[in-house]
């Protein structure tokens, strides 16, 4: 699977998690130099609470375009150590 924006690779692995219709990719196969911070945060009633991450790729921001669950609760143990796509992000 591929994780794509504004026409860069930014995670790739064979290795996700399909939860909610979403891919979950490892860590590390995020590639953090198209990564910028973000104060979002959201909840997750069964996952706990999210953290967010910003895309920056080629002069564009895209903002709060990653998730992943630092502390998932014991239900979410799957997603641990993965980050999750949206808004705009080719996932295939």
């Not at 692995?13 to 909610?20: G, N, P, R």
């Not at 219709?21 to 590639?31: M, V």
Request: aromatic share 14%; glycine share 8%.
């Amino acid at each position: 699977m591929k994780a794509t924006w504004n026409g860069v690779v930014i995670a790739e692995s064979d290795d996700t998690v399909l939860l909610e219709g979403n891919h979950y990719f490892p860590e590390a196969s995020l590639k953090r130099e198209y990564t910028s911070f973000s104060n979002h945060r959201s909840s997750c009633p069964w996952k706990g609470q999210a953290r967010w991450l910003s895309l920056f790729v080629n002069g564009e921001m895209l903002n709060d375009a990653v998730w992943y669950y630092p502390e998932p609760t014991d239900a979410a143990q799957e997603i641990a150590g993965r980050m999750a796509f949206g808004q705009g992000v080719t996932v295939a």
